[in-house]
């Protein structure tokens, strides 16, 4: 189902976009105009993702721990992911680009909800790149709504093949490769569950500053990495 053009190109890339308050307070301006250069990030980095052939992306865009922020941070967050989505709903749908979503989308806005809905609608039957947003996402949230589904269920014990079946991201394949950037070498509770056999990458670039050359070095470093998945190779 999930084709790749390269050979030893993850699958499934997650990301961390870390570093766009960094990013604006290095150049004097608000954390907001941060977050407005680290979705041209995103942009550009769906763009180079279609290039090189990689089927899904997982961007962690808002943590369950992001509610922490002032109100002004976090309505910006919502208004940019909006009106990204608004403006390139058409072009993702031509483009083969399939939206899904991870995380409990209920406290959010009406009109980011809607945007989500339409875009989420329109895209399904994409296949060429599934790009698939953490939004109000923790990984520790993700373990326990699968469980309590599962009880809720009927069940009184669970399998781990049971837990992987009920996450957010149950229909996508693992993620071989998450990085994260800024340089923090934290994963603030991204797809923990999924993440056991993830190869794991720290660059330094800010995250409006990446671009198809950081992904590139990035994806090099990919495959130098030996998976053992516990065996002997
Ligand atoms: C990541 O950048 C974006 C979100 C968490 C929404 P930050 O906003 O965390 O940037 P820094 O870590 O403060 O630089
Ligand atoms: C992780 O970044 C969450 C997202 C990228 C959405 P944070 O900036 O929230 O993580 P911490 O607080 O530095 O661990
Ligand atoms: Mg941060």
Redesign the pocket.
């Known amino acids: 189902m999930f084709k790749n053009k390269v050979k030893n190109i993850p699958q499934h890339i997650g990301i961390?976009?870390?570093g766009n308050?960094r990013w604006a307070s290095l150049q004097g301006l608000p954390r907001n105009m941060g977050h407005k250069e680290g979705i041209n990030a995103v942009d550009r980095t769906i763009d180079a993702l279609i290039k090189l052939g990689v089927s899904v992306v997982s961007f962690?865009?808002?943590?369950t721990?992001?509610w922490k922020r002032s109100e002004q941070e976090i309505t910006g967050i919502f208004n940019l992911v909006r009106d990204f989505l608004h403006s390139k709903r058409n072009n993702f749908k031509e483009r083969g680009v399939k939206i899904t979503t991870m995380g409990e989308l209920e406290p959010f806005p009406e009109d980011l909800k809607k945007e989500l809905e339409l875009i989420k609608e329109d895209t399904k039957n994409n296949k060429k790149l599934t790009v698939n947003l953490?939004l109000n996402y923790g990984g520790r949230a993700d373990i326990v709504r699968a469980v309590n589904k599962l009880i809720n269920e009927g069940a009184k014990e669970v399998t781990e093949k049971e837990i992987l079946e009920n996450l957010y991201s149950s229909d996508l394949p693992e993620p071989d490769f998450i990085i994260r950037t800024s340089g923090?070498k934290?994963i603030?509770n991204?797809m923990l569950y999924q993440m056991a056999y993830s190869e794991l990458y720290f660059p330094k670039v800010l995250w409006p500053n990446f671009n198809e050359r950081h992904l590139r070095k990035a994806l090099k470093e990919y495959a130098k990495r030996n998976r053992r998945f516990g065996g002997i190779k």
């Not at 962690?60 to 943590?63: L, T, V």
């Open positions: 961390i976009m870390d308050g962690f865009a808002f943590s721990e992001n953490a923090e934290r603030s991204f």
